[in-house]
């Protein structure tokens, strides 16, 4: 069975899951936990918004790149996509998905990052379309 924890990244309405789920958020003390825990998992998600409006993306991804088993890495809207894809090429165990897939563990995981549809409508945010 594949052991995975799942990277909740972004603004969270309180939600909560059964299983191992967290908030991340530009917070560096989480971002060291995840990375903690990392050690416990076959595989990681990180499914948006490692920014937050654009801004410190590098706050959270320079933690993560310590993680020890691949990290599927989803951009959110306030992710700069091009330059979210540019880090996880820089950093061995992160793996950048948008339209694409990669198998880890006989699992195939699918990616496709940003905001669908396009809500809003801010200089940082990225959109697709329908």
């Not at 825990?37 to 993306?57: E, K, N, P, Q, T």
Request: charged share 20%; hydrophobic share 45%.
């Amino acid at each position: 069975m594949l052991a995975f924890l799942l990277i909740f990244v972004g603004e969270s309405d309180g939600i909560s899951f059964d299983g191992i789920a967290t908030f991340l958020t530009r917070d560096r003390v989480i971002a060291q936990r995840i990375v903690a825990a990392s050690a416990d998992a076959d595989v990681l998600v990180g499914a948006g918004d490692f920014a937050m409006r654009g801004i410190g993306l590098s706050d959270t991804l320079d933690i993560l790149k310590g993680v020890r088993v691949p990290l599927i890495v989803v951009s959110g809207n306030h992710d700069n996509s091009k330059e979210l894809r540019q880090a996880c090429e820089a950093a061995s165990m992160l793996r950048y998905l948008d339209g694409d897939g990669a198998t880890f563990g006989g699992v195939t995981f699918f990616g496709i990052g940003r905001e669908i549809p396009f809500q809003k409508n801010a200089p940082w945010s990225e959109s697709y379309s329908e």
